[in-house]
Every structure is written in structure tokens, then in C-alpha cells.
């Protein structure tokens, strides 16, 4: 392609918004322009790059995953969203629209419902199992704050693999087979991964990991072991750690005490610094009580303590309580993973209570709130309860009562758990469970997630098949996502300098461009000649032809990134410069040698990628 038939379009400045450097880059370099806030268009430089990406994945989902292409509609009934149950759950990040026939309509913000919709309709025996299919799709999720260009946009473009299995050792194989796949993806596109352990959030299911790439403007937060050997890395919100003990101020484990709970009055104490110094005692001797408001619980609490004050929707893909509240007990020195906490609670969101709704469930407001006098369910951490014994004793907490705390509290004496769970933030500095090791943090980018969804879309959107002793039985399924823009976005911010992008040879929009000092006379012929080569050789050449100043020329290419430069000049002929983006130098090379040397340079770079 010569530039007089290409569109090029780059700026010497970002706008301001931009802020990281792959949403500045791609500005600049013309691979996106901002349609709209949270909306970007993909210009024809930054087209080649994304078809290319995309092809890498339908080669490795092909091959390595053996999945199939299908290509369902970004308009989704809402019918379908309702039979799943997320209708209601999925939030305000699902737009949805009435078509003029008053139909509820979703533009799609993942395709869970359409796959099961799709499988289902043509599946009747375990003979046409396991069904595993892709998309590379475009999705819509209406974010609060869309941010850093395409890397959080409202609009943008997902792959998603999805299994149907007849049980579970198939969806492991399914599951296993797309990890493979995902390695190699990533691999070709240049990018170092980090696998972690994750939480299945909205999507449900059990098992489910990220693919990671550090990164200091990160959403995510990973705690990751640096034993290699171990290899334990996790997604902050499922991240679990080493048991440690409550200890008192002298640094002693206290013992199980027989004195009976004694109310202290404790006035203008309400933090845990306040505790500490009012009681004298370490905040790992202190029991924090919090009061959640759960949103969309699915999770049967029938008998618990103030249930029957809440209203239960009946709904085909399982009842859920709209609003309900628990109080957590947790060791006061920890945070509440409220991940942690929604997944336990099947829930699509919890959030602490308010000032009124912690009044009218403790009896007391924040700050004193206790284990002994909540009027909810108690959700126990495992540093306070784990497995039916007491892991805290001769503990203080609130006493339910404003102005008063109680001592010498006995966990399963003094009160019992209604459901016990791990349920803390773990943190830098905490031991692995695994090894012992004192866990780091690193910020991440997710740019995929595979998930083990079991039956909860089979379930409640009534899908079946003929099992082999001849009766009805429930597939179970499995999903995997690429974010695609956001990889794309991963891959500048991994690959820049100063002047621009730097493309790995996988995914650059064009490998090699030439560059002549002045399009004419010899210079002219010689681009010409080398360009012709090279498209003969299957090269992906772009030749810049425009009567631009050389210093234009050179500082647009090395904006854009295209991987090697070859300059023609007419001081150096017969001979050109060969210059890789990244190198400092440029190597001269015979006119006649440089379209193999090329050739090879090309391959090479290729081949160390998808080795």
C-alpha cells in the first residue's frame, strides 16, 4: 500500500482526556478516534491491527480449542435475559430498548443467554455433545465512568467461546483446551500473562481464571506469591491466605475464657483506633461488626434471623430476595472482601448499610454494633469461626447499644454462625496458604476470563438432552472471554517509547515500511523496485510517497510503529538503511539484498512469536 492510497491521520498532540499512554498513542498514531464518550471508531491503520488480533484468536480457538465460528445477533430478546434470571440482576450497565412492537429488546452486554438459547434449540441427544462454539462480537455495557479509550469503552468487541458438555469431566477437557488456547494467544501477541484465580461475579458458576498483564493503571488488584514454584496468583477478590491467629498487645494467642460477657461503657469511642486505645489492647482482640444491605440474593435463608420480613420473588430461574441484610463478623485489624461476600450471598451487589437501616438491625448505630443483638443473619469470617471452632476468645465487640462495648466474648458460646466463610481482603504482606510465602501486589489489566458456569443458564432456561440410559439430563456449560480492544490497548501500553508505538510483528498494521528522502528520480525507482519485491514476497508493506519533509516522514512511521524501516536516500545509494523501531541505529544495506534480508527479518520475528 502506498500512502497516497492510505488513510493517515496523526496528531502531534493527544487530547487532554487522554491520560494513558495507549489511549494517547492511539489518538496520535490514527488507530482510533472518540465517536462519542465511551464510543471510539477504529480508523484503517487500527482496523489492520484489530482483524489481525481477532485472527489470531479464531486460529488458536480453531485449532487448539477445536471451536467453531457462529455469529449471533448484538439484539437480543429480552425474553431470553428473563428465562436466565439476569433481567433484573445484570443492573443499570444493560441498556435495553422496546422495538415497536413493544418488545422488550437487550443490546447485548455478553452472550450466555443467546449460545444456551441457540444450543438448546437444536440439541436433543448426548450424541451432538459437547457443542463448542465463538463469536467475535461486538457488546455494549453502559458504564458509569468510561475511561482510558477503548480499554473501558461502553461499546466494544468481545470473543466468547462457549461449551455445552454432558458433565463435568467433559466441560474440564472444554475448559482445559481453551487454557491451552489462551497461552498461545497471548504468546503471538507478544504479552506477558499472568493466570490468576478469580471471582465468577455476574456470569456465576464455579471455577473461573484471568489472564493478567501488570500494569500500573490496572482495574485489578492481583496478590501473587513469589515462590515460582508455588505459582499462586489471584484476582484481590478471591484471593485467600495463610490462617494467622489473634493476638493480644503482648503478642500472646489468648486462651478460651469462662468470665461471662461484661458491658463496658465506652463514650466517645468509636473507631477501632478509639478501641485500641481506650481498651489498651491490639485490634486483633476486637470482634467488627458491620451491617450489609444485600441486593438480588439467590441464596435461601429461610428460618434466619429477620427473614421473614423480606419479600421473596418467585421467578422460573430460581427465587431471589430483592433486598435482605446480614451482619459480618470480622477480626477488626481485616477488610471485608465484598466480592467475597456478594458471591457467598449469591448476590449481584452488596453495599454497607445505611445510618437508619444499621439502626433498625443492630439496635445501635456504627460503631457499635454487635454479634449478640443483630437482628440478621450473621455472616462469619473465618478468622472469627472457621469450621466450628472458634478461631478469637476473650474478645471485645459492640454490645448492640450506643455508648457501650462488651468484653470477654466467646465466639460459638456467646453466638453461632448462620453461614461461615472466608471472607477477607487479603493483603501484601499476608502468607500463602500454599507455601508460606509473604504475598506482593502488582495492579492488573484482565484481558480474558475463562469460567466453569455449571448449570446456571441450563437450569433456569430449561435445556436438556437425552442422556445415554435413555432419559432427560442437564448439560453443563462452560464460557470463555478476550476482550479484544482491551488486548489491543495492552499491547501499546507494553510496547512504546517516547516517539510511539513499538508493534510486535504479529499484529503491527503493516511490517515494514519504506521510506524515501524525496519521491523521485533514483530515490523514486528504487522505492519503487523494493516495493515490489516485497509485496511478491508477501511482505506487508506500506511505501510512503508524499511530498512531506523527511523528519515528517520518519517521525510518522515511528508514531504509528510499524516494526522496520527501510530508508532510501540519495547519498547512501546504492545502498539502504535497515532499521528495526526499536534499534538506536539504522545498518546499511546493498538494494540489491535488502528484500530477503527483510524477508527474514520478518519470519524471524514471526516465528519467535508463535514458537
Known amino acids: 500500500m502506498k500512502t497516497s492510497k492510505f488513510y493517515i491521520s496523526t496528531l502531534r498532540e493527544a487530547p487532554a482526556e487522554a491520560v494513558i499512554s495507549s489511549h494517547k498513542l492511539m489518538l496520535r498514531a490514527g488507530i482510533t478516534r472518540k465517536l462519542g464518550n465511551g464510543l471510539y471508531t477504529y480508523l484503517p491503520l487500527g482496523v489492520r491491527s484489530l482483524y489481525k488480533l481477532e485472527n489470531i484468536i479464531r486460529e488458536e480457538w480453531n485449532e487448539t480449542a477445536e471451536a467453531l465460528e457462529f455469529k449471533p445477533t448484538v439484539i437480543i430478546p429480552g425474553d431470553l435475559w428473563k428465562e436466565s434470571g439476569r433481567w433484573e440482576t445484570m443492573g443499570a450497565q444493560m441498556l435495553k430498548a422496546k422495538n415497536r412492537s413493544e418488545q422488550d429488546m437487550v443490546v447485548s452486554p455478553t452472550a450466555?443467554?443467546?449460545?444456551?438459547?441457540?444450543?438448546?434449540?437444536?440439541?436433543?441427544?448426548?450424541?451432538?455433545?459437547?457443542?463448542?462454539?465463538?463469536?467475535?462480537?461486538?457488546?455494549?455495557?453502559?458504564?458509569?465512568?468510561?475511561?482510558?479509550?477503548?480499554?473501558?469503552?461502553?461499546?466494544?468487541?468481545?470473543?466468547?467461546?462457549?461449551?455445552?458438555?454432558?458433565?463435568?469431566?467433559?466441560?474440564?477437557?472444554?475448559?482445559?483446551?481453551?487454557?491451552?488456547?489462551?497461552?498461545?494467544?497471548?504468546?503471538?501477541?507478544?504479552?506477558?500473562?499472568?493466570?490468576?484465580?478469580?471471582?465468577?461475579?455476574?456470569?456465576g458458576g464455579s471455577g473461573s481464571q484471568e489472564f493478567m498483564v501488570e500494569s500500573p493503571i490496572g482495574d485489578d488488584t492481583l496478590i501473587i506469591c513469589p515462590n515460582e514454584k508455588c505459582g499462586y496468583a489471584a484476582n484481590v477478590e478471591k484471593a485467600e491466605c495463610a490462617i494467622d491467629f489473634s493476638l493480644n498487645k503482648k503478642g500472646e494467642r489468648p486462651t478460651k475464657t469462662e468470665k461471662p460477657i461484661e458491658l463496658v461503657a465506652t463514650p466517645n469511642v468509636f473507631s477501632i483506633e478509639d478501641m485500641e486505645k481506650f481498651f489498651d489492647e491490639s485490634s486483633k482482640m476486637f470482634i467488627k461488626a458491620l451491617i450489609y444491605r444485600v441486593i438480588n440474593s439467590a441464596l435461601d435463608m429461610t428460618g434466619a434471623t429477620g427473614a421473614e420480613n423480606w419479600k421473596i420473588v418467585k421467578d422460573p430461574s430460581g427465587n431471589y430476595y430483592p433486598l435482605s441484610y446480614v451482619c459480618v463478623l470480622i477480626r477488626a485489624d481485616l477488610d471485608v472482601n465484598e466480592a467475597k461476600l456478594a458471591a457467598t450471598l449469591k448476590a449481584s451487589e452488596v453495599v454497607l448499610a445505611e445510618d437508619e437501616e444499621i439502626l433498625q438491625y443492630a439496635g445501635a448505630p456504627h460503631g457499635f454494633v454487635g454479634p449478640t443483638t443483630a437482628k440478621c443473619p450473621l455472616v462469619v469470617d473465618y478468622t472469627v469461626i472457621k469450621n466450628g471452632e472458634a478461631q478469637m476468645h476473650n474478645s471485645i465487640a459492640g454490645a448492640g447499644k450506643e455508648g457501650y462495648h462488651i468484653k470477654h466474648v466467646e465466639p460459638i458460646r456467646d453466638f453461632s454462625a448462620y453461614i461461615n466463610a472466608d471472607l477477607r481482603t487479603v493483603k501484601e504482606g499476608d502468607k500463602c496458604a500454599c507455601c508460606g510465602s509473604n504475598f506482593y501486589i502488582r495492579k492488573g489489566n484482565e484481558l480474558g476470563h475463562i469460567f466453569k458456569l455449571g448449570h446456571k443458564y441450563t437450569h433456569s432456561m430449561n435445556v436438556t438432552f437425552l442422556g445415554k440410559n435413555g432419559k432427560p439430563q442437564e448439560p453443563t456449560m462452560g464460557c470463555y472471554g478476550i476482550g479484544v480492544d482491551r488486548t489491543l490497548a495492552s499491547i501499546i501500553e507494553a510496547n512504546n517509547d517516547e516517539k510511539g508505538i513499538i508493534w510486535p510483528m504479529s499484529v503491527a498494521p503493516f511490517q515494514v515500511c519504506i521510506v524515501p528522502i524525496k519521491y523521485e528520480g533514483a530515490m523514486k525507482e528504487t522505492a519503487d523496485k523494493i516495493y515490489e519485491q516485497l509485496k511478491s514476497l508477501g511482505v506487508e508493506v506500506l511505501l510512503d510517497d508524499r511530498n512531506e519533509r523527511p523528519g515528517v516522514k520518519f517521525a510518522d512511521m515511528e508514531l504509528i510503529g510499524i516494526p522496520l524501516r527501510i530508508t532510501i536516500g540519495e547519498k547512501t545509494l546504492p545502498n539502504v538503511e535497515f532499521k528495526p523501531r526499536q534499534a538506536t541505529e539504522a545498518e546499511l544495506i546493498p538494494v540489491e539484498e535488502v528484500a530477503q534480508k527483510t524477508k527474514q527479518y520478518v519470519q524471524k520475528a514471526l516465528e519467535q512469536l508463535n514458537a
Do not use: C, H
Not at 470473543?159 to 487454557?179: F, H, P
Not at 503471538?188 to 478469580?198: D, E, N, S, W, Y
Open 112 to 203: 450466555e443467554e443467546a449460545f444456551t438459547a441457540i444450543a438448546r434449540d437444536g440439541l436433543d441427544s448426548y450424541k451432538q455433545l459437547p457443542i463448542n462454539l465463538y463469536q467475535i462480537n461486538t457488546k455494549y455495557r453502559d458504564e458509569i465512568r468510561p475511561r482510558y479509550g477503548v480499554m473501558r469503552g461502553r461499546e466494544f468487541i468481545m470473543a466468547d467461546g462457549y461449551t455445552m458438555n454432558a458433565d463435568d469431566e467433559s466441560l474440564d477437557e472444554s475448559y482445559k483446551a481453551y487454557e491451552k488456547a489462551y497461552f498461545r494467544i497471548f504468546k503471538r501477541l507478544g504479552l506477558k500473562i499472568i493466570p490468576v484465580r478469580a471471582d465468577s461475579g455476574a456470569m
